[in-house]
């Protein structure tokens, strides 16, 4: 794998769609079909380099980017399954004191409890750890497992064998069954000294001591765990044949006496004002703690008052985790960077002065767009302050020298990778480069597009050949791809190149000298002229030198020329826009002359001849195998016949595939006449 510094924008862009798909793969077959294709730490290195992809490219962050996804943790295991006894919990979520107010006054009220009535909490701090239930029967540790889904978890029993914290043995007296929950964890030193033994052994580096510690003790060879400082504390209890004590504090010292840690701030209190101000201590000491937390932990002290209060849904009505707020720094943005992406879209990234927030550290923050700047008002060499909560990518939240005089940054105007105009459209936040035919963010990508199916269509130019020729200076612009005929040795002196393969390259470039013209336009990549746009636009210009006419003086203020362009069917003002915008810019010209020497796209007339399907509506559905879906609609077009997308009672003819399903159905349904391609192909030829 390529160090993440050395990678493109479009590579990165690439591996993270492919980790996406990827892990989420691998979660399916683990989660719903229980059959993993690969191993733990193979898992938990695609989701590392996914999170270090992240990290460096944040404005990359997908929508459906694993680092969003809730429990993607519980990665692919080889561990067998362990049924709980009694449920593993989960806690109920308090964010401030307010919240925590109303959580005690429904305590009292379930109970109900008079204000003189005294009411005992329990408070201890929340680690941030991997959930555990110990078993021990006649005193002795027989099982261990994750927490799992609260009901099933993993069995870990041997790999908690080599936690010094967890006891094998319990002492003299201790109840028949027994079962202690608890969390295992990685302290904040342990974490650091393990990644940077990775990093000098060439291992995987973890992104936080949580996945740490439940990479480390969810192992297949136990003998990994050994090697790894994992710690355990105990904060509660599951199946108990008895339960030594009458109060949440009673059964935790009791735990404390068998020799299990707990919690060293755990404590009692009787107030709701006692208990805020013990969240308060925990907050200012929680930078200093030797292992993170994440909020503190509330419980009902009388079990009788837990028994009566008992559960809702999956948590119990007697716990409540009172949640610290995001983990913030303060630092220096040093610079302001502004990244283009594949769409040409201008992402600035804010460089930091490296700062640890919650215990990574962060040195690239995205700031997302123009109005996010003028938001916070940032300027490079500002004080700012950066927040992280839990995994979440670092987010740049307020800026303490906003009123300090100093120049705004401007967003640039143009371009940093081509120089080319950078605009955005009316009621959008995002910035475009505007040169996508010559920006180098965007160029190779505009040339596969060019010569794709819907476009150009040129057999043997693959993606792979492109990028080829792109690095070895070939192909600048579309028009280059007409010129490869003059490289005919070049290529051949290449690796893989037969002189067989170059001349039908060479043939199927030929054979677009005089390509379908809507084609071409659509091949251009210009902003909101998709496929069919470009069809609207060459039914209504025939020739592409109008076309540019009608937008370059609609551009400049002309509002007849806009008028007869948005009253083209189909045609709103963001094209017209667009339009504008592109044949303004002079590298656009330049590329577009330039191609324009290498092909003559003829006339384009839609004859709608007079045929069979003449002002009728055609639906095409299931799969085509002599042409694409596009090139159909474009014959049903050309034989005077209307292309619709969904079956109605309009419909008056579907061409039916195989593999054509609900519309097929439908067509049936009501007495619609269904043809196959081969029966198309006739109505085709007969209109010829
Ligand atoms: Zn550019």
Redesign the pocket.
């Known amino acids: 794998m390529n160090s993440v510094t050395n990678l493109t924008e479009a590579d990165a862009a690439n591996e993270l769609m492919r980790l996406a798909k990827a892990i989420a793969h691998h979660d399916r077959l683990y989660h719903a079909e229980d059959a993993p294709e690969i191993s733990d730490p193979e898992y938990d290195a695609l989701v590392r380099r996914n999170a270090e992809l992240e990290a460096a490219f944040p404005h990359l962050v997908r929508e459906d980017s694993p680092s969003r996804k809730v429990g993607h943790t519980a990665s692919s295991s080889p561990l067998s399954k362990v049924t709980h006894e009694v449920r593993m919990m989960s806690l109920d979520n308090a964010f401030n004191a307010e919240e925590v107010e109303e959580w005690i006054a429904r305590v009292r009220r379930f109970l109900s409890l008079s204000e003189s009535d005294p009411v005992a909490f329990t408070a201890e701090d929340k680690i941030d750890g991997l959930s555990c239930s110990l078993r021990y029967e006649n005193g002795t540790l027989v099982r261990a497992a994750t927490r799992g889904d609260g009901q099933v978890g993993e069995d870990v029993t041997a790999n908690v064998a080599h936690i010094s914290d967890i006891p094998q043995q319990l002492p003299e007296g201790a109840p028949e069954v027994f079962e202690i929950r608890g969390e295992v964890y990685m302290g904040r030193a342990d974490f650091a000294a393990l990644n940077a033994r990775q990093e000098e052994e060439g291992g995987k580096l973890f992104a936080n001591p949580r996945n740490a510690a439940a990479g480390s003790l969810r192992q297949k060879d136990a003998s990994v765990t050994a090697q790894r400082p994992l710690k355990f504390w105990a904060h509660g209890w599951g199946a108990a044949s008895e339960v030594p004590g009458e109060t949440q504090e009673q059964v935790v010292r009791t735990l404390e006496s068998w020799g299990v840690p707990v919690s060293p701030l755990f404590a009692r209190f009787e107030s709701a004002a006692e208990i805020v101000a013990h969240y308060d201590k925990i907050a200012a000491q929680r930078p200093d703690l030797p292992y993170e937390i994440d909020g503190v932990v509330y419980k009902v002290d009388r079990l009788d008052f837990q028994l009566r209060l008992g559960f809702v849904a999956k948590a119990p009505r007697w716990a409540l985790a009172h949640k610290f707020p995001a983990e913030r720094a303060e630092t220096t943005l040093e610079s302001i960077d502004i990244q ?1 992406g594949r769409t ?1 879209k201008l992402t600035p990234v804010g460089r930091l002065a490296p700062v640890l927030v919650g215990g990574v550290t962060v040195t690239n923050v995205t700031l997302h767009n123009r109005d996010e700047i003028a938001r916070l008002g940032v300027r490079p060499g500002d004080r700012v302050v950066v927040q992280r909560a839990g995994d979440v990518i670092p987010q740049l939240v307020d800026n303490l020298t906003r009123e300090v005089e100093r120049e705004p940054f401007v967003f640039p105007e ?7 105009e ?1 605009v955005a459209e009316e009621g959008e936040v995002d910035v475009r ?4 035919l ?5 160029r190779t990508e505009r040339l596969k597009h060019f010569v794709s199916r819907g476009a150009l269509d040129i057999d043997g130019l693959g993606e792979k050949t492109i990028d080829q020729f792109f690095a070895l200076g070939w192909l600048e612009s579309p028009a280059d791809i007409f010129r490869l005929k003059d490289r005919r040795e070049a290529i051949l002196a290449l690796d893989g190149w037969k002189e067989r393969s170059v001349d039908n390259l060479l043939a199927s470039v030929e054979a677009r000298r005089e390509p379908d013209a809507a084609r071409l336009l659509f091949g251009l990549g210009i902003r909101h002229v998709g496929a069919v746009t470009a069809r609207d636009l060459m039914k209504h210009f025939h020739e592409l030198p109008a076309l540019r006419e009608a937008a370059e003086q609609a551009r400049a203020g002309d509002e007849d020329a806009a008028a007869a362009l948005t009253s083209i069917d189909g045609i709103g003002s963001a094209v017209v826009e667009a339009l504008g915008d592109f044949f303004h810019e002079d590298h656009n010209t330049a590329v577009w002359e330039d191609l324009l020497t290498q092909v003559s796209p003829p006339r384009y007339v839609v004859e709608t001849k007079e045929s069979p399907v003449s002002g009728k509506t055609v639906v095409f559905t299931g799969k085509l195998e002599t042409m694409s879906r596009d090139e159909a609609k474009a014959q049903a077009e050309r034989l005077g016949a209307k292309a619709s997308g969904s079956v109605s009672a309009k419909t008056d003819l579907l061409v039916a595939g195989p593999g054509a399903g609900s519309k097929l159905k439908k067509a049936a349904e009501l007495g619609i006449e269904v043809i196959d391609e081969a029966g198309w192909a006739e109505i085709v030829k007969g209109a010829g």
């Open positions: 283009v040409g143009r371009c940093p990778e081509c120089d080319s950078a480069c505007t040169g996508g010559i920006c180098p963010a965007q």
